[in-house]
């Protein structure tokens, strides 16, 4: 007997970056946040009742909604809160697309695009990024379809699109819906969230796993019309009411307070980037400017396969997707200082 549906026998899942545990490596292939959360957030833990858990916890993220809405300067009612901003883009293809029209986006973009649309049976509509891998958002607003999805920074590449162009694209296409995926945006800060009170067709996305080193608790929103806050409140109620836990909630409204650590941690983070690349231009590599917390390394002296291969035999992991465009380079999360000096050492032993 087979007792697997069609979708389960067929549909090709989200591969994830390896989570080993055979050795110690030095992790830099799952866009983690080096540092970890606030202070504030072991205070807190420290100090929670466990009774509270013994109740179901707030269905709409009532305290965290506000507190997101008072750091994003958007009301409460715009903001909707999922388990991961993987959950939150599901729910965001069940509440806006459907058969019959496609959904666009980049060829090298977030591979969970696909995988949803697939699930869902939304046709896909794929924009070749332009050759130094930047978003061609005037090609893209000609294309046929209901909506877009815009990693903004794009990932693995890193690149980012200015406000001010976002801002366009997003009035020129007034009746197809963007979602704006801005998991990397606070390593740029050209955020689209103060345009959500201006565009109808903006749905902007965020997640506590990246700047708020909180990618263990599972938490991330989006940032909408109220139209389209009930649209994903509606998918959610037919998929699981209480996606965010309690202690989730409190932890995250306890991060997002907690702002001088955030953007201290941020700024560590942005100096290294920008120290790490060039020392990875000087070694041959071809690196787009990156806007996020990981660089696009490749096109040197060894293939892609081989810098990942010898980089994990050294202790060190990256990601590597064998796949047509993305098969020249390696997608390196930016670590500590520590981390990076360590990165950068076994890379000039690999090359030497
Ligand atoms: N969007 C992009 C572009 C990502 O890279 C990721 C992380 N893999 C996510 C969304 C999802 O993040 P999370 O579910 O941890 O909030």
């Not at 049976?121 to 050759?131: D, E, H, M, S, T």
């Not at 231009?281 to 096109?299: I, M, Q, Y």
């Amino acid at each position: 007997m087979n007792f697997l549906s069609e979708k389960a026998r067929t549909l090709s899942p989200y591969t994830a970056g390896e989570q080993l545990a055979d050795k110690r490596y030095v992790k830099l292939n799952t866009n983690e946040n080096p540092y970890p959360p606030s202070p504030r957030v072991g205070e807190l833990l420290r100090a929670y009742d466990p009774a509270a858990l013994k109740l179901y916890p707030s269905p709409e993220a009532d305290a965290l909604r506000e507190q997101i809405a008072l750091t994003e300067g958007v009301g409460k009612e715009n903001v909707f809160c999922g388990n991961g901003s993987d959950e939150v883009l599901f729910l965001s293809f069940a509440a806006f697309f459907d058969g019959t029209r496609p959904v666009c986006f980049a060829d090298i973009t977030y591979s969970f695009y696909e995988v949803y649309a697939n699930f869902f049976g939304v046709p896909v509509n794929i924009a070749p990024l332009k050759a130094d891998f930047s978003m061609d958002l005037q090609g893209m607003a000609r294309r046929d379809c209901a909506g877009y999805y815009i990693a903004n920074p794009n990932a693995p590449t890193g690149a980012g699109v200015p406000l001010a162009e976002m801002e366009r694209f997003i009035a020129s296409v007034p009746e197809k819906l963007v979602v704006a995926d801005e998991a990397y945006m606070d390593f740029y800060g050209e955020s689209c969230a103060s345009l959500v009170g201006k565009y109808e067709n903006l749905l902007v996305m965020k997640t506590f796993s990246k700047s708020y080193s909180l990618a263990g608790i599972r938490c991330g929103y989006a940032l909408g019309s109220v139209k389209l806050a009930e649209g994903l409140r509606r998918m959610k109620d037919c998929m699981n009411s209480y996606p965010v836990d309690s202690l989730c909630q409190a932890v995250c409204a306890c991060a997002l307070r907690d702002r001088m650590y955030h953007d201290k941690t941020v700024a560590l983070v942005v100096a290294e980037r920008e120290r790490v690349r060039a020392e990875l231009l000087a070694l041959g590599f071809t690196v787009p400017e990156s806007k996020a917390n990981f660089l696009f390394a490749g096109r040197g002296k060894k293939s892609g396969e081989e810098i990942y291969r010898r980089l994990k035999e050294e202790g060190v992991l990256v990601r590597f997707w064998n796949k047509p465009l993305l098969r020249d380079f390696c997608r390196i999360t930016v670590g500590t200082r520590e981390e990076n000096d360590f990165l950068l050492q076994k890379l000039k032993k690999i090359l030497s």
